[in-house]
């Protein structure tokens, strides 16, 4: 039996995620058709008759080949329904639709979303939106992009084009080839873009067709659902619920899920089986919610589907954990050491490993954030789910005290704990906060460089820098008291205070310093020319013009200057090699 595909909506940040499931569930209504749209939990269905009604003109041509029983469409945010969770690795979703503004192109978090995308394997479908907003553009009262582009004018078409292919391009820089809906060649390695607009519809009859029609043609395999057999399904939130307590929602992607069963989940301690006592589900129209509840009671749901459980020893559950119902007591086991083994495959600690600290609200988040950090070379101590608690603090500190740069705690989408809050207050740990993955890494490496930074100018300060200069010819300005001259630096860079020693290693003075046409300067760097002062040397007697200066730099300010990565340039680290083979025994 073919299972209705789910799908997830992924989007940078106002690109219209929000907008599109909503128009979508708009058109669910407005069709009017029996059954409608129909809201569960955690997730929005639209049927085959409300898919084809909002395929308006092309009605007939989806009615022909759309053999899917409908879409479901999860609601909650882009990345908590990714997860491997599945035996079938992946993500909870089927397949995406990537929302990106027409007018704005690609963003950081659609490059995000992409990357994450990919690395479950995720097909998608990508949602031009805001067309209406292209100068120009006249909307039409049609759902068929098709037939309102043709209503356009040359030049907006032109407009859209060039657009359009904006888009293709950069997609083709990150190794994706793209193309129009209706000029897609090969739809197993073209990706099918629809031109579209949330807020007037139109194009929603190609992305829904579209959508439906590639999930059946290249998806029939993991859609084979046995109606019957044993529900397996997915996490995605868990809540308090008045007069339930503990509650779980739950994407059940397979099989039959019934009040009574035994079902096994993840908590961070291991695997755990309670009884589902209840099975509850928002009201359809014409329906009259259970005394006390704002929900209907269920015997029973079906592949796919949202669905919220009510059940004991739900405390400490897992959001993002797959679950799975047990049929047989000699089954058991295995299925808590397989969702045992899932699981401790993503909440990694490893307390020998100078990492940072990740917390999440979710095992889908905190695995699509742990690929993230993994791709950018970021080392990981720990991840977890939930608060961020004092623990995670202490661990970052300890971190911290080995490598200021990584002892950080990475908190996505989650609180912080009062007495976690007064650890990081007594200093040296830094929190990053954020409901957007993206933003978080991007927070984070930006305070990494301005720390480097702030690091490398208090090393500078304090530092001697290697430099090599030449004392130019007919530039004695002051032959002593102080010693007027000009030189060139002929690598590395000089500043005031330097001592310099002559190529045998000898020492001649201080530079006091630097001038350039009455400006005094700060650093002179290579090929750069200038006067400089010092009060030990004399002109032509303790140096000579054309003659060769060096810094003179101690063994220890050496092996500090070797040891902050990125101080010295490739060329100046050599030059530092050969300062110390000038000084010689001179070395202190």
Known sequence: MLRSPIVCILAHVDHGKTSILDRIRGTGV?????????????????????ILSACGPLRAQADASLKVPGLLFIDTPGHEAFTSMRERGGSIADIAIL??????????????????????????????????????????????FSQSLAAQSESVQQLLEERLYTIVGRLSEMGMESERFDRVSDFTKQLIMVPCSAKTGEGMAELLLYLAGLSQK??????????????????IEVKEEKGL??????????????????????????????????????????ETPSAGSPYVYVEEVHAAAGVKIYAPDLEGVLAGSPIEVVVSSDLTPKIEQEISSQIKSILITNEKVAGVVLKADTLGSAEALMRLLMHVNIPIRSIGVGPVGKKDVISARAVSMEDKYLGVVLAFNVPLLPEAMEETERGNVHLFQSNIVYRILEDYVAWVKEEKERDQHAVLSELALPAKVLVLPNCFFRLSKPAIFGVEVASGRLRPGAQLMNSSGQMIGVVKSIQDKKESMDLLSERQQAAISMDEPYCGKTFKAGEMLYVQISKQQAERLRGSPGLLTEKELLLLDETQRVAGASVI
């Open 30 to 50: 407005a069709a009017r058709e029996a059954g409608g749209i129909t809201q569960m939990i955690g997730a929005s269905y639209l049927p085959r008759e409300s």
């Open 99 to 144: 929302v990106i503004d027409i007018m704005q192109g690609i963003q950081p978090q659609t490059v995000e979303s992409i990357k994450i995308l990919r690395s479950q394997k995720t097909p998608f479908i990508i949602a031009l939106n805001k067309i209406d907003l292209l100068q120009g553009w006249k909307s039409q009262s049609t759902a068929c």
């Open 218 to 235: 290249y998806l029939a395999g993991s859609l084979e659902s046995q109606d019957e057999g044993p529900a397996r399904g997915s996490i």
């Open 245 to 286: 307590g503990t509650t779980i929602d739950v994407i059940v992607y397979d099989g039959t899920l019934k009040r009574n069963d035994l079902v096994v989940f993840g908590t961070p301690s291991g695997a755990r089986v309670v009884k589902v006592r209840g099975l509850l589900r928002p009201p359809r129209p014409g």
